[in-house]
């Protein structure tokens, strides 16, 4: 048994260096069980918001699930137990402090709950899955998730005295009873900008907001 | 026992007509299971593909992935076991027949999922759902899939007699080391149009051209 993101859990060591293994570092790497990981990891996510929150929406379900598996919880979790010092990296990686960016590390994470479903299977992946993510769970607050996105984005930001998210819409098609929006949020401070689309300009800003929280550093969404 | 798309199912009553009954039909409808059996679906494909194909990269069990789960795969499966006769629906989507949707139906064979999870569990959800969609997981074939997506895509519309889909790039942002491309990929003499977003023009096109497939009526992509 090894302790693996503070469980106890058995895997065969070729697959857990398999799990830590950056693509950088060679053919023989994390990228496939990342791909499973992710799924279970999604489905774990859903079932215990599905059983906890009886009285949701599939909406409200959806987005508390995306605040808990967004990349930057994930690479919270990795940091809270030092896995960067476990991964394996390609040189180039390792000299670019890959061991402490928040995707690498998030990659890490998820496959390393697919090699925990591959080697044990669902109800022990599950169950490690729940135990890893417990701190995490037990501070969901459906109030502060369910804000809408574009709500929560400007507070997150008016909070760090940042200017309010741009939205531009990009194109407008289709027939009245069949429209389709494409919008664009910006946040030119940060830099970053991300692009939606819906069937009305108010659901296209609300997704853009939304993948906005998700792309903000971790620093200023907590 | 009742049998349920194909299969012997043991399903309470209850929870078998909430996976039925369409948000157009009142408040006890199969969001929430849809939201449920989408993850399990993802995750039950997801695990078959990277037991069956060791060889294929992450990407290229995502495309696959990605040709088994879509809506128009599902609406296939729904239509094979006639799905439609049991669906509830209210009187405005009945009328404007929403029985014979592809999303309607779709979403009815994700609750079923869903419910099988909720009331089975893991193992007898993931034996449902392989049987269901064993004639479509054995007509896989990764040649064809595997393609690149605007190959496809292009392939596709020329044996229709259709026109080649146009990219326009909508925005280009960011440093030279972190571009950021918005594109669109329209197929006009079918009014659609869809976009997405990549570090380079290549990948945003080719993530575009994937996403039209998903979107093409399934009489072009057979």
Not at 66 to 71: E, I, M, T
Request: some cysteine; overall charge positive; glycine content about 8%.
């Amino acid at each position: 048994m090894k302790t693996i993101l503070g469980q106890s859990v058995a895997l065969q060591p070729a697959l857990l260096k398999q799990a830590l293994t950056h693509r950088s570092a060679g053919k023989k790497n994390n990228e496939r069980l990342e791909f499973l990981g992710d799924s279970i990891l999604s489905l774990v996510v859903s079932e215990w918001l599905y059983r906890n929150f009886p009285t949701l929406s599939e909406g409200q379900l959806s987005r508390l699930r995306a605040s808990l598996v967004k990349g930057e919880t994930l690479a919270e979790v990795a940091r809270r137990y030092q896995l960067g010092d476990s991964l394996v990296l390609g040189s180039g990686e390792l000299k670019s402090g890959g061991f402490d960016r928040s995707s690498v590390l998030a990659d890490a994470v998820e496959a390393l709950f697919g090699a925990v479903l591959i080697e044990q299977g669902h109800e022990a992946a599950r169950q490690f899955i729940l135990a890893v993510l417990k701190p995490w769970l037990d501070k969901i607050d459906p109030e502060t998730n369910l804000k809408d996105p574009k709500s929560r984005l400007q507070e997150m930001l008016q909070k760090r005295a940042l200017p309010l998210p741009e939205y531009r819409t990009l194109s407008e098609s289709g027939q009245d009873h069949n429209k389709h929006f494409v919008v664009e949020c910006a946040v030119p401070p940060l830099g970053l900008k991300v692009i939606s689309e819906g069937a009305s300009r108010k659901r296209a800003e609300q997704d853009a907001a939304g993948k906005m929280l998700q792309r903000l550093p971790s620093v200023l969404s907590s």
